[in-house]
């Protein structure tokens, strides 16, 4: 069910020619997550998440899976905003330790978001911005010596990527006040925490509209933000935004728009971190709040095989653009996550076990596709030992047969194997695979469809 991506017919089968000498430098591990496994019932979760071998996972939201938990967000952690910063029992870490556990065991690295989870009430509680900017440094700057000094009973868990605030022009949900204000926030707390933690990496500020996509006003909000930044001196080690695309332009485009806006604005080292994504057809988001069936149809698009085939090819085409990280949102058991409510993982799940598959070969070599080839995407590595390895992502809807070439391989195709993520398939063995000198053919079904095509001695 949903919306495909791409639908244009084919005319020609498509092949596919895996220039194996070809070095095209290194897979870049580009497949963060938002969120981990939830503090209850997460143990399954936290083994599923362990084979995707991510690299950084994101803290924004996690109130929402896990109900009655005080977690992460300033407000939850330090929940009298008058009390003193410096007294550490002004401070509720109990349930934040127990997560950040979670994390570490889902991911390689965590990036804590300093901030509020999203407010969809009537009346907002916590989005609202700080009396006291500086008072409000002063709680991020003990919740981060809990974490990486041992303070008051805490870790010393080096966490090194810390995240000012969430979507602030997300207008009143995730912010409750002017771009002005969230200016001056931002900017006190930044150049505070790293005049405190100068080896930190301080970041923000995950605009919901950081190009323009959607709101003509959002470039002059961005250039603003960055000249209060160059002017008065704030760090901004990375820079964060949202896209929640539909098509491949939008998600490919933007990170090469905002590397060139930064670099204007004497940022040229600050990293790029597109910090939710996920794909949805803009015709759903009118729905995401709307009767219970119309509901139904967007988690069933947004969680299908559309989507996890654009989920590897928004992987393989973020190879070609100056992003330094993407997270994915979300990794866990949200609706936006990996499972079903039933918690099957869903296909977006499999996707991205498809790509950590591939990104393990580390080295890339060149790949291209020809014949009528619109809607499939392919990225191709190899490793020290011969063994090569290619993933394709198929969005259109026809069935037909795929044709792969290995050029340069020493010694031939030798055994093949081809794991398919569609109708039948969880990323599992495909039955009928023809291998020829040279070469590999399978049928495709139809609907989108995601291969890992493993070849060599």
């Known amino acids: 069910m949903g919306a495909t991506p791409c639908r244009q017919p084919q005319s020609l089968p498509p092949a596919i020619q895996v220039e194996v000498g070809r070095a095209a430098g290194r897979i870049r591990r580009l497949h963060g997550i938002n969120l981990a496994a939830p503090m209850a019932r997460g143990e399954r979760v936290v083994r599923d998440l362990e084979d995707l071998h991510i690299p950084l996972t994101r803290l924004h939201d996690a ?6 938990m005080g977690l992460v967000d300033v407000s ?9 910063p410096q007294d550490p029992a002004n401070y509720r870490f109990a349930q934040t330790d127990d997560y950040l556990l979670n994390c570490l065991a889902c991911a390689e690295r965590v990036s804590y978001r300093l901030g509020e989870s999203i407010e969809h009430t009537p009346r907002k509680y916590a989005v609202i911005p700080p009396r006291n900017p500086d008072h409000w440094a002063d709680i991020c700057i003990n919740i981060i010596r809990h974490y ?20 602030p022009d997300n207008i009143p949900s995730l912010w409750a006040g002017t771009w002005d204000a969230f200016i001056d926030l931002y900017v006190t707390a930044s150049r505070k925490i790293k005049q405190r933690f100068p080896q930190l990496k301080i970041g923000g500020c995950a605009m919901r509209d ?55 604005h004497g940022f040229a080292k600050s990293e790029l971190h597109l910090a939710e ?61 990996f499972y079903d409510p039933y918690g099957v993982r869903n296909p977006c799940y499999y996707a991205m076990k498809a790509f950590s598959l591939l990104a393990a070969y580390e080295q890339r070599i060149a790949v291209s596709v020809s014949g009528d080839a619109t809607s499939i995407r392919a990225l191709a590595a190899r490793r020290d030992d011969g063994r090569v390895a290619l993933l394709v992502s198929c969005l259109t809807s026809a ?24 109708g039948a398939h969880n990323l599992e063995p495909l039955a009928g695979v023809r291998v020829t000198e040279g070469g590999v053919t399978f049928n495709k079904t139809a609907g989108a469809a995601v291969y890992l095509v493993e070849a060599g001695t």
Do not use: K
């Open 63 to 68: 109130p929402l899976e896990n109900p009655g």
């Open 76 to 84: 939850m952690v330090f929940p009298r905003f008058d009390a003193d």
């Open 148 to 167: 990486n000094e041992g303070w008051a009973d805490g870790f010393h868990h080096n966490l090194d990527y810390w995240h000012i605030w969430e979507e």
């Open 210 to 264: 950081a190009t323009g996509w959607e709101d003509p006003a959002a470039p002059a909000r961005l250039a603003q933000f960055l000249e209060a930044c160059r002017v008065q001196q704030a760090p901004l080690d990375f820079f964060t935004w949202t896209c929640y695309p539909e098509t491949l332009e939008r998600i490919l485009r933007e990170p090469v728009t905002l590397r060139a806006v930064l670099d204007l």
């Open 277 to 337: 994504w996920h794909y949805i057809p803009d015709a759903l988001w009118g729905e995401l709040f709307g009767e219970p069936e119309r509901r139904q149809r967007v988690w069933e698009t947004i969680n299908s095989l559309d989507s996890a085939a654009f989920v590897v090819a928004a992987l393989t085409g973020l190879q070609d653009t100056p992003l330094d990280m993407a997270n994915y949102y979300t990794g866990s058991t949200l609706r936006w996550g």
């Open 399 to 422: 069935a037909g047969p795929i044709c792969i070439q290995f050029r340069g391989l020493a010694r031939g195709v030798g055994a093949v194997q081809v794991l398919a993520l569609d």
